[in-house]
């Protein structure tokens, strides 16, 4: 069955930087590491796993950095190849699984990250005991290969995939019947956003600042909106489609990038001095992860604020002395797990769940393609906000029902059937 | 020859086509046949020894004053304030009025043996002047006597110890003014009276004064109660600035009041063919229009905006009075009408007018949006006496480019009002409610106070400018503009001039009356 693979090859790697380089994100695709194949579906690792059949799969923006030959060297001990990309999938249980797992043709969305549980590491570490699975400290270990998450790791799978992927039971969630698909891809990332959004611990009246504008930055504002009371939340957005969901996000004030500058100091009655407000937001978000963007969310966080990670940065080049002069908190935001909320600890996918239905996030679901038309729809990806849309997907539905028609057809050739 | 009054000229077959400014450009635009086109007076005869005639206001004051002299004496506090850069337009060509005023009096003070003066740019809240504007405006001679000692200095609106609080008017209006000034045993104010709302008490209410006290007058009702403001007989603007001008007086503060009126002679001999009526253009006007226009076309906007910048005006003093507040002011009003005032028979159902590049707030800066909406919607709409020229429910037909542009240094809180107040709201009785956190803003504060910025509140008076033209109007189209600048301003954008009449006719019925208000010169109309 069609799958997209992504390999370990160090010539298609420098091909793919050098293609996004001049092409721009995505355009690198067909000369990266990826490739189309035919591949069966994964083995079950052990008892507790399932298989999911991928309906949905996003394209996210980390995804489009390993793609493009930018990802940080970081991660080279916590993947393994080949692997077949895809983290953000809505999908169906294809068949029978463990005990307690959902009935097949359960449609679920799966929490990607594969922490200790996962793993079959007992007991787990520290941060997976308390739930905070995006914390694990034994994402390279295990019986698994090294992999953060489903989608990077050689033994899962993943959701670019008509062969599926599988899933240990405590990762899958299952689907309402009212959340249609589009809704339900986008949970995992806003499951990200969710857990963003609470690490920034903004307290009620603070003034946030969110930089981009494009799933992350929206997912972010709409979650920042329904978890937690800011004052007001500004948000710089390129383009106009962002401009005007940030505002149906909830977003008090929406600038162009290069403003949101000036619109922090409006806000927080700062003055300037060395290109930095002297006040400024009490947290910024910055949703994008360029040297530019952390550059400008340090220019404008107030001092002792707190500047949040929440685009997932590669190796930048930055000036920290106001961070230090001004003790800036510098903070990351990866993944998920158990949220501490106000009514008790919730799972971020509950709430993800909640904010996609609160704020129709399914709206978000710009694009589907098939995954043989990969080099399109990454190319789409990559250039998202400057051709009006913001999550492109990989739509397996239709593969499904065919690959299932041809091997139904083959079946009775086989049994003699006509 | 006496120079030509201003008339109106209907158009018909014959008529050549009307030249617009059109910002940093021109356009000429043929206006159907029946339009009325208002051209202002030529320009009036300049005094022929205005150094004279200077000193001669001096000594022969009008109104309840004693002539200069005998208000000096030794050991006496002199401050003389004098309009800053938003005055004349262009700036004029070297020796500035304000120079040939001011060194008249201080060798009257000179002579007096009176040593302590000071000299103070009545900015209100306007950027401060650069050196290079301030010597312009005063010379050589006295900027190097005075800025050296610290004794050439500019009012600072938002310095406590700079201010004094006089009390308030009968109406409750707060009257707080610089502090020098208001004590000082004279005060001496210097105008240029370019429009009829320039000087009398305004000069000192205004000029000097804060924000506590300008937002009694600075706001959103008392321009829609200013029909117009540039008519004193019927401007609340006017009538605020009256109470406290005499309040001023009645505290104690002792003020000797120069005003000085200029001809239209605006533009050098080689934009000369913008004074001439075009019917009366020679091949060298034509020559000089066509070599402008495709050289500014032709050049990059910042060059060409810096070339129109540098431009001085060959304006000249037209007369020059001095004395008691109210009595000069009556004297010069008169004599600017003189220069300006056109009689009009009735309203029109649309207005048309090309606008410059230039306006009382944007001197060697960018004329962004909202300067462009209170030059075409405050000044240009406002320059009538009796009705306004466009009748209520009309339509005004600017043409500008209206780019989308601010000079960051200059008006840094304009960009700020344009992105985040008019994209929220443009009524200006609405956009009154974010003034407070402007006005007050320490950033904006900072920049008036130390660099060339407009004070933080100063969008908002530009946007309460064009408060009665707003409630009078059916609709406002800007030709030729950038049409996102132009929407965000509430203002419907045209490409030609022949589709704005057209939608100007949805707006007020087929078959109106049009009317352009040729400029320049400066033109006022008396509307009959």
């Known amino acids: ?418 | 020859m006496s120079p030509r009054p201003g008339f109106v000229l209907e158009v018909d077959r014959s008529t050549p086509p009307t030249l617009f400014w059109h910002g940093e450009g021109f356009r000429l635009e043929r206006l159907p046949e029946g339009t009325r086109l208002l051209y202002g007076p030529e320009p009036l005869d300049p005094l022929p020894d205005p150094v004279s005639a200077i000193r001669h206001a001096l000594l022969h004051p009008l109104g309840d004053s004693a002539p200069l002299p005998e208000l000096l004496v030794p050991g006496m506090k002199l401050t003389i304030a004098f309009d800053d850069v938003s005055l004349p337009l262009p700036p004029m060509r070297r020796p500035d009025v304000r120079q040939l005023v001011v060194e008249q009096v201080l060798d009257f003070a000179a002579e007096a043996g009176v040593d302590d003066v000071v000299l103070i740019a009545a900015l209100a809240l306007h950027r401060r002047m650069t050196d290079a504007e301030l010597r312009h405006a005063l010379g050589d001679r006295v900027f190097d006597a005075f800025a050296p000692h610290d004794l050439l200095r500019q009012h600072d609106a938002e310095d406590p110890s700079q201010l004094v609080h006089l009390g308030l008017t009968d109406q409750d209006e707060d009257v707080e003014i610089n502090k020098r000034a208001a004590e000082s045993d004279l005060l001496v104010y210097v105008n240029i009276n370019l429009v009829p709302m320039d000087g009398g008490h305004k000069s000192v209410a205004t000029g000097l004064a804060s924000y506590r006290s300008l937002k009694h007058h600075h706001n959103a009702r008392t321009m829609q109660h200013s029909r117009s403001f540039m008519d004193q007989e019927h401007s609340e603007l006017h009538s605020s600035n009256w109470r406290m001008g005499r309040h001023i007086a009645a505290s104690g503060v002792k003020v000797f009041q120069i005003e000085t009126t200029l001809n239209t002679d605006t533009f050098p001999e080689q934009f000369r063919f913008l004074m001439r009526r075009e019917w009366e253009w020679s091949p060298r006007d034509r020559a000089a229009f066509l070599a402008s226009s495709a050289a500014l076309a032709r050049t990059p906007p910042r060059l060409a905006r810096s070339i129109l910048h540098s431009i001085r005006s060959p304006q000249k003093m037209t007369s020059v009075q001095a004395g008691e507040v109210e009595a000069v002011h009556a004297r010069t009003t008169a004599n600017v009408y003189a220069q300006q005032l056109v009689e009009v028979d009735g309203q029109t159902d649309v207005l048309t007018m090309g606008l410059p590049y230039i306006c009382p707030y944007n001197v060697n800066s960018i004329m962004n949006p909202i300067l462009v909406a209170c030059l075409g919607l405050g000044y240009f709409f406002n320059m009538y006496r009796g009705e306004p020229l466009v009748r209520e429910g009309g339509v005004v037909v600017m043409s500008h480019p209206t780019p989308w542009e601010f000079n960051p240094v200059h008006h840094p809180s304009y960009i700020d009002f344009f992105e985040q107040v008019l994209s929220e709201t443009t009524d200006p009785i609405e956009v009154g409610k974010f003034e407070e956190a402007f006005a007050t803003d320490p950033w904006y504060v900072h920049l008036y106070r130390t660099g060339h910025a407009y004070h933080g509140v100063h969008p908002f008076y530009m946007w309460y400018w064009c408060a009665h033209a707003l409630a009078h109007l059916g609709a406002v189209i800007v030709v030729g503009g950038d049409r996102a600048a132009v929407r965000r301003l509430g203002f419907t954008p045209a490409t030609t001039m022949a589709d704005a009449l057209e939608m100007a006719r949805d707006v007020v019925g087929p078959d109106p009356t049009i009317t352009h208000l040729h400029s320049p010169p400066l033109v006022m109309a008396d509307v009959r």
Not at chain 1, 69 to 87: A, L
Not at chain 1, 91 to 116: D, F, I, K, N
Request: aromatic fraction near 6%; charged fraction near 20%; charge should be negative.
């Open chain 1, 1 to 418: 069955m069609k799958a997209l693979q992504f390999e370990r090859n160090l010539p298609r790697f420098a091909a793919a930087r050098l293609a996004s380089t001049f092409g721009g994100s995505g355009r690198g695709a067909g000369v990266s590491p990826l490739r189309l194949v035919d591949l069966d579906p994964p083995e079950l690792p052990g008892p507790d796993w399932v298989r999911v059949a991928p309906l949905l799969a996003g394209i996210c923006g980390s995804d489009l950095s390993t793609i493009d030959g930018r990802s940080s060297r970081y991660f080279e001990d916590v993947v393994s190849f080949p692997f077949v990309p895809g983290h953000e999938v809505v999908g169906t249980v294809s068949e029978p699984g463990a005990p307690g797992a959902p009935a097949p043709g359960s449609r679920v969305v799966v929490e990607a990250v594969l922490g200790c549980e996962a793993r079959g590491i007992v007991p787990p570490c520290p941060a997976c005991a308390a739930g905070d699975v995006g914390g694990c400290e034994r994402v390279a270990f295990g019986h698994l290969s090294p992999g953060l998450q489903i989608g990077y790791c050689a033994d899962t799978g993943g959701g670019w995939s008509a062969a599926g992927l599988v899933a240990h039971v405590s990762q899958l969630h299952a689907v309402p019947d009212h959340v249609s698909d589009e809704e339900a891809v986008m949970v995992e990332p806003t499951a990200c956003a969710v857990h963003a959004a609470l690490a920034a611990r903004v307290e009620p009246g603070d003034t946030v600042a969110v930089v981009g504008a494009g799933t992350l930055g929206l997912t972010f504002v709409a979650s920042l909106r329904h978890l937690a009371r800011p004052g007001a939340v500004l948000v710089g957005a390129k383009y106009p489609h962002q401009r005007r969901l940030a505002e149906e996000m909830g977003a008090d004030v929406v600038v162009e990038p290069d403003q949101l500058h000036r619109a922090v100091r409006l806000r927080a009655r700062s003055l300037e001095a060395s290109g930095h407000l002297t006040g400024g937001a009490d947290v910024v978000a910055d949703c994008v992860g360029s040297a530019e963007s952390l550059a400008q969310a340090l220019a404008m966080v107030r001092p002792r604020g707190r500047l949040v990670l929440v685009g997932m940065p590669g190796s930048v080049r930055l000036d920290l002395a106001s961070l230090w002069h001004r003790e800036v908190e510098l903070c990351g935001a990866y993944a998920y797990g158990t949220e501490h909320t106000e009514a008790g600890p919730r799972r971020s996918f509950e709430l993800a769940m909640e904010v996609v239905s609160a704020y129709r996030l399914g709206r978000l679901v710009s694009a589907a393609y098939p995954v043989e038309r990969f080099e399109e729809a990454l190319a789409h990806a990559g250039a998202a906000g400057r051709r009006g849309a913001v999550k492109v997907v990989f739509d397996l539905r239709r593969r499904r029902a065919r690959d299932s028609a041809t091997a139904e057809r083959s079946e009775r050739i086989e049994s003699g059937g006509a």
